[in-house]
């Protein structure tokens, strides 16, 4: 069982900045293709990017040149990096290990665009 914790969400003006961290506080990321999905008020949630155990990254059309991901294995830790958010990249963020059928989540970090 992995268990995730996501933090550094928060309220950010668009055009600004927010990274976003996630620990395996049991598990190990090595294992897993990792990945940040988020989730707007009534909708599924959406991959908005993922890093495969390999090292290969992908990203939703939605944010690509705008955020990024990494992973720091020493500290069993991912991040999202965000840059020049929009409004429309309000909504919860969660972190995920394994894919999101079967995989591992976090409980959630909400980001909110807004000026």
């Known amino acids: 069982q992995v268990r995730l914790v996501e933090s550094g969400g928060g309220l ?3 055009g600004g900045s927010l990274g976003l961290s996630c620990v395996a506080s ?5 294992r897993y293709d990792v990945g940040w999905y988020r989730q707007y008020q009534g909708t599924q949630r959406e991959l908005v990017a ?3 155990r ?3 990254t992908d ?4 944010v690509r040149g705008r955020f990024t991901i ?3 294995y020493p500290r069993n830790r991912i991040h999202l990096q965000m840059n ?10 969660y972190c995920n290990a394994g894919g999101p059928t079967q995989g591992f989540w976090g409980q959630g970090t ?4 807004s000026s």
Do not use: I, W
């Not at 990203?59 to 939605?62: T, W």
């Open 12 to 14: 950010v003006h668009p």
């Open 26 to 30: 049991r598990g190990n990321f090595r």
């Open 50 to 52: 993922v890093l495969r």
């Open 54 to 56: 390999e090292g290969g």
């Open 59 to 62: 990203y939703a059309e939605s």
């Open 70 to 72: 990494s992973r720091d």
């Open 84 to 93: 020049n958010l929009k409004p429309e990249d309000t909504a919860v963020y």
């Open 110 to 113: 909400q980001v909110t665009v």
